[in-house]
Structures are given as structure tokens and as C-alpha cells.
């Protein structure tokens, strides 16, 4: 008899327990699938509100490298002296002016991307530094011209990074 009540009692338990294990399976499915879309609609959310500022950001660092590309620097800051190494400082500081008002636009950006900015603005800088310091440029105008003289050689470095953003910018807009 003990035997026949311990059968009882397991055909009334093992339905229960496989029930009620099916039903907590379910339920951790269904609150699982439910949190994966809250966060996807959070996530979407914040792709709204992101967006526009990822976009002023690569408009922002299309202007940034749009005016230190050499061939529109020096037709805007023009020589105050006929000093080839004050012009040339000149130039620099408008460059790093110019970067450090940017400087935050990295954080909505690839890091890739910022570091492409990082070397055409460095490379521009070098190359007015090594123009400084041929010899056959004694004045701040010639300096001027033997850097648009440079410039017919090859693309500008800001040339360069400017069809790298356009890039991940066709990339971010899909």
C-alpha cells in the first residue's frame, strides 16, 4: 500500500513539476525576448537623437580640415611681416587654433577617422616647416608661394582625410 500511494503521489507530482517547469521556461523566454526589446528600442531611441550630432560633427570636421587645407590658409591669413618664420608660426597657430576648437568632435567620430584628421594636420604642418627651411625661400611671400607651388605636386593631406570622412559618412548614413 505504501507503494501504491507513493506511485499516486508521483503521478500527481510529475506533471506538476514538468507544467511548471515548461511555464518558467516560457516566462523566462517571453521576459528575456521582452528586455532585448527595450533595449533595442532604447538603443533606436538614442540613434535618433545621436545622429544629428554625429552628422554636425562631420560637418564641423569637414570645415575643420576645409580650412587648413593650405590653398584656402594662405589666401586667408596673409603675412603680417616679411619674416618667413613669423608667417610660418602664423600659419601654425591658425592650424592649431582651428584644431583645438574641433578638439571634442573626436568623441562622436571613429577613432580611425580621427586619427586620418590627426595626420593631415600634422603633414600640413610639417610641410610648412620643411618649405620654412629651404633655403631659397628668404620672405614670408615666397614661403607663401613655394607652399602653392608644393600643392600643384600633389593632394593635400586635408584632401585626403576630407574623401576618408566623406567615406564614413556614406558608411554612418547607410
Do not use: C
Amino acid at each position: 500500500m505504501n507503494s501504491d500511494k507513493i506511485l499516486e503521489l508521483l503521478m500527481y507530482a510529475v506533471p506538476s513539476l514538468i507544467t511548471g517547469g515548461v511555464a518558467y521556461y516560457l516566462f523566462d523566454n517571453y521576459f528575456k525576448d521582452q528586455q532585448n526589446t527595450r533595449r533595442w528600442l532604447l538603443q533606436k531611441e538614442n540613434q535618433k537623437h545621436s545622429l544629428p550630432l554625429r552628422l554636425q560633427a562631420y560637418e564641423r570636421l569637414a570645415l575643420f580640415l576645409e580650412r587648413i587645407n593650405p590653398a584656402k590658409l594662405l589666401i586667408r591669413v596673409a603675412p603680417l611681416s616679411d619674416n618667413k618664420v613669423d608667417y610660418q608660426n602664423l600659419l601654425i597657430h591658425h592650424i592649431e587654433q582651428e584644431y583645438e576648437h574641433n578638439i571634442t568632435q573626436q568623441v562622436y567620430i571613429t577613432s580611425e577617422l580621427w586619427t586620418m584628421l590627426l595626420t593631415a594636420k600634422n603633414t600640413i604642418i610639417q610641410n610648412i616647416r620643411k618649405t620654412t627651411l629651404d633655403e631659397s625661400v628668404t620672405t614670408a611671400e615666397q614661403l607663401r608661394e613655394k607652399i602653392l607651388s608644393n600643392l600643384l605636386d600633389g593632394q593635400s593631406a586635408s584632401t585626403v582625410a576630407l574623401s576618408y570622412l566623406k567615406n564614413e559618412v556614406a558608411e554612418v548614413l547607410g
